[in-house]
């Protein structure tokens, strides 16, 4: 193939507008994922099982916490390099983005962010090694979109809270240590506690069958009379903000992961293009093909310059949730639909894991739905500009 196509596109330069070391930690995570990720992750995928080697090398990586200070084990890196990450981790595959999400965004976020100095002393510094996994619970089987409805309740008994309910579709949540969860106190306010595994009445059933995010781990979190420490709670927040706050890292470092997802495909579609003839010429050389092509690199450079300004914004402390929702939801849709486009230009080799398409378009199914679905975005983007919610 001609060594002038650029298989990763920067078609506007932004790799102008990132530092010498945002370019150094996503060579090194690009590194990592092509060569432990990427010649493994199809089989993990085809039978349905998470790569747990990679948790401790992912940790190693610096891929959980980034940016969380370094005296809690984190790399205190900005939201520049968080961004970068997850997009050369769902380069890769968008379960394992997933597990450094949730552990970074979902878990070690809220422990530094509304944690007791003693719970951040305790736990992050491990979490960020990967020494174990963490999860969040927030959706339950009654309640995804509306989570201000949740019934997962703690009752004070004195010494400690008595903690029941259910949280369901949690990501790592058969295989995680603890679990960041959100559960209402007898006045109805939001709070979160870290729940940990063996305390009593505790239990992780495994979802199966999924089709989508085949390489991570799914499951619930049962809460039958579970005894809390009372120092188990987080301190510093109560509310629908204090997940909501979470979700805004974590949606974030969506919207860039799903780039990476993009660029996988459209790499994948641009090279099989140039490769492969028909009619004696290659695919590539028909106008069709080259439509397909053009607007997926056009897609991908708009959702980069989205995530790049976004970052900067985030990095001043001046990203509002409503940017962030947009960013998601626009970037998630680009990258299903540049999945499908390339997977009609590989014909029928498309649908098969020699080629890593259909598990992203797959995967994409779920980051479409989670942390929020498409239309809860729209509906969130609506509220900003006409401020009517029409979520009621
Ligand atoms: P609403 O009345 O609007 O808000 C309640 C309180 O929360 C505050 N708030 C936010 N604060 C910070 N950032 C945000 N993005 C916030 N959104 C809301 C709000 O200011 C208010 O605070 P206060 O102090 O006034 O009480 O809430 P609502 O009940 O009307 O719901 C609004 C809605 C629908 C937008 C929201 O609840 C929502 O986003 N629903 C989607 C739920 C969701 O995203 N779930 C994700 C679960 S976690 C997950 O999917 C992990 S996947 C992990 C992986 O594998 O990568
Ligand atoms: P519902 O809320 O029942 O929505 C169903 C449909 O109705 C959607 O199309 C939705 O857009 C639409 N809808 C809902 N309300 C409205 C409205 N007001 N107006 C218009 N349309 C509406 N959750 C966690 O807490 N932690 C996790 O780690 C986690 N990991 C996940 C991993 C996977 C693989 C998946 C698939 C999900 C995960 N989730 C997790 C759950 C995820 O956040 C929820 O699935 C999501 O928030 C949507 O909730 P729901 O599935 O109950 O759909």
């Not at 992780?204 to 999924?210: A, N």
């Not at 990203?319 to 999945?339: F, T």
């Not at 080629?355 to 797959?362: A, E, T």
Request: with cysteine; proline share 4%.
């Amino acid at each position: 193939m001609n060594s002038d196509i650029k298989l990763i596109p920067d078609y506007f330069q932004i790799d102008d507008l990132l530092t010498d070391e945002h370019k150094l930690i996503r060579q090194s995570v690009r590194n990592w994922v092509d060569t432990r990720l990427k010649p493994v992750i199809d089989d993990y995928s085809q039978r349905h099982e998470f790569p747990e080697f990679m948790v401790k090398e992912l940790g190693e990586l610096g891929a959980f916490g980034p940016y969380i200070p370094e005296e809690y084990g984190g790399a205190g890196l900005d939201h520049m390099s968080y961004g970068l990450i997850m997009q050369e981790l769902e380069r890769g595959d968008s379960g394992i983005r997933s597990t450094a999400s949730v552990q970074s965004s979902l878990v070690m976020y809220p422990i530094h962010a509304f944690g007791s100095e003693e719970q951040k002393k305790k736990y992050l510094p491990g979490l960020a090694k990967g020494e174990f996994l963490g999860a969040f619970g927030l959706t339950e089987p009654n309640h995804g979109s509306d989570p201000g409805a949740m019934e997962t309740k703690i009752v004070d008994k004195g010494d400690y809270y008595l903690l029941n309910g259910a949280k369901m579709w949690i990501t790592n949540s058969p295989i995680a240590e603890i679990a960041i969860v959100w559960a209402k106190d007898e006045m109805g306010k939001v709070r979160g506690l870290i729940v940990e595994r063996g305390m009593e009445g505790f239990t992780t059933p495994e979802t199966h069958k999924k089709w989508s995010l085949r390489a991570s781990v799914t499951g619930e979190l049962v809460f039958d009379n579970v005894k809390i420490p009372k120092e188990n709670i987080l301190p510093n927040i109560q509310g629908l903000k204090g997940p909501m706050m979470c979700l805004n890292s974590a949606r974030y470092g969506i919207a860039w992961g799903v780039v990476g997802a993009a660029i996988d495909c459209y790499s994948t579609a641009l090279q099989y293009s140039m490769e492969r003839k028909q009619f004696s010429k290659p695919i590539a050389s028909f106008q069709l093909q080259q439509k397909k092509l053009a607007e997926m690199v056009t897609d991908i450079t708009k959702a980069q310059l989205m995530v790049w300004r976004l970052g900067s914004l985030r990095n001043d402390d001046q990203a509002s949730p409503a940017q962030i929702s947009m960013a998601k939801r626009n970037n998630v849709e680009m990258a299903l639909r540049v999945a499908r486009e390339s997977r009609q230009v590989l014909g029928a080799m498309g649908i098969t894991g020699d080629y890593p398409i259909m598990r992203h378009m797959m995967n994409l199914e779920s980051v479409v739905t989670y942390e929020g679905t498409h239309d809860v975005h729209l509906l969130i983007t609506g509220l900003d500009i006409t401020g009517i919610a029409a979520f009621k």
